[in-house]
């Protein structure tokens, strides 16, 4: 029987949509949920550390924590294309937390930017077919974004 569970954490985080006719072309940032849905079969080996789970939620928040919180925690996600917002952040110098992607930092275009992130992390090590089934970015409490292979 497969089963699916998800495990999210949630980081301040700061963006601009360079391009947007409306007030998201400003800096700005928000309170982000970055949540994974697993999906497999739940191990059954008798004895086994994860009898009757998926993988164990500590596995899954470890992985989330460094791929993603400790990355965009506290920094803001600026496109390589956006000249304006870029030269506005190095007045700020080095030791500002910036993390420049090939995208515009949409909830949409990050969703699919944190499934390639954690993807690599999670493995069959249970012997149970689990995958990154998707990857769900909230950016406000009334918007979310999916990405799914």
């Known amino acids: 029987m497969t089963s699916t569970i998800r495990r999210w954490v949630e980081t301040d985080t700061g963006h601009r949509v360079p391009n947007h006719r409306s007030k998201c072309r400003n800096f700005h940032g928000h309170r982000y949920r970055w949540e994974a849905e697993l999906k497999g079969e739940v191990v059954t080996r ?5 009898e009757g789970m998926l993988i ?24 390589v294309g956006d000249n304006e917002g870029i030269e506005a ?13 090939p995208f515009v930092p949409t909830a949409e275009n990050l969703a699919k930017w944190a499934f390639a992130q954690i993807e690599p992390f999670i493995e069959t090590a249970y012997g149970n077919e ?6 769900h970015v909230r950016e406000t409490p009334k918007s979310w974004a999916s990405w799914a292979p």
């Not at 008798?46 to 994860?50: L, Q």
């Open 130 to 135: 689990l995958r990154l089934a998707a990857f």
């Open 89 to 101: 952040l190095t007045v700020l110098g080095a030791g500002h937390k910036t993390l420049v992607v």
């Open 46 to 50: 008798d004895g086994a550390s994860e």
């Open 56 to 79: 164990d939620f500590g596995d899954v928040s470890k992985i989330l924590e460094e791929q993603i919180h400790d990355i965009v925690d506290h920094a803001f996600i600026i496109y």
